[in-house]
T-cell receptor, first 114, second 118 residues
Framework: AQSVTQLGSHVSVSEGALVLLRCNYS??????LFWYVQYPNQGLQLLLK??????LVKGINGFEAEFKKSETSFHLTKPSAHMSDAAEYFC????????????FGSGTRLLVRP | NAGVTQTPKFQVLKTGQSMTLQCAQD?????MSWYRQDPGMGLRLIHY???????DQGEVPNGYNVSRSTTEDFPLRLLSAAPSQTSVYFC?????????????????FGPGTRLTVL
């Protein structure tokens, strides 16, 4: 079974600083990978997804992620943090079959300091 | 489109009570699922359905029941509520045509139901 590990349950950055949220997956074949964001008291919203078309994926709100097969990683970055980026971020991997199941990491809460 | 809707938004139950969480989507998605979210554990899959009349268990199915009589609706039933079922529940839907390649399709989430079992 596939799994996802997110290092760091909380990450704190200053406004304007680089954001780096880490995600590693376990899969014997290149998977479909996703980053979702959850703002307080809301559902999850898709930030970006990797579907093997390109290793560097650009998403909404200035976020991007790079798929590195050799490191089994899919880290999320943003060059300059904004206060509105404060939220919880989830990395997820999709089962590569017709069950369409999504396996989520435990999440990373991003805090942005003024 | 309303997307994925869930009712109620909040619910308090006593141990042993039963209830149904409602979920509906108007995007004609074949795939629907239920997750529970607990602090530090991410989202865990409870049950899912790949089409009307077809359901299957996810990672944490015990104590929950589902049915899928229509494409639009996917209710989640708590048979006898327990304090361990205190959680936030999310319903989601996704387009799927039965091919494994459809696994890349975006999953759309509802706003959630916050359930407390006393």
């Amino acid at each position: 079974a596939q799994s996802v590990t997110q290092l760091g349950s909380h990450v704190s950055v200053s406004e304007g600083a680089l954001v780096l949220l880490r995600c590693n997956y376990s899969s014997s074949v290149p998977p479909y990978l996703f980053w979702y964001v959850q703002y307080p008291n809301q559902g999850l919203q898709l930030l970006l997804k990797y579907t093997s078309a390109a290793t560097l994926v650009k998403g909404i709100n200035g976020f991007e992620a790079e798929f590195k097969k050799s490191e089994t990683s899919f880290h999320l970055t943003k060059p300059s943090a904004h206060m509105s980026d404060a939220a919880e971020y989830f990395c997820a991997v999709s089962e590569m079959d017709s069950s369409y199941k999504l396996i989520f990491g435990s999440g990373t809460r991003l805090l942005v300091r003024p | 489109n309303a997307g994925v809707t869930q009712t109620p938004k909040f619910q308090v139950l006593k141990t042993g009570q039963s209830m149904t969480l409602q979920c509906a989507q108007d995007m004609n998605h074949e795939y629907m699922s239920w997750y529970r979210q607990d602090p530090g554990m991410g989202l865990r899959l409870i049950h899912y359905s790949v089409g009307a009349g077809i359901t299957d268990q996810g990672e944490v199915p015990n104590g929950y029941n589902v049915s899928r009589s229509t494409t639009e609706d996917f209710p989640l039933r708590l048979l006898s509520a327990a304090p361990s079922q205190t959680s936030v529940y999310f319903c989601a839907s996704r387009r799927g045509d039965g091919r494994a390649e459809s696994s890349y399709n975006e999953q759309f989430f509802g706003p959630g139901t916050r359930l407390t079992v006393l």
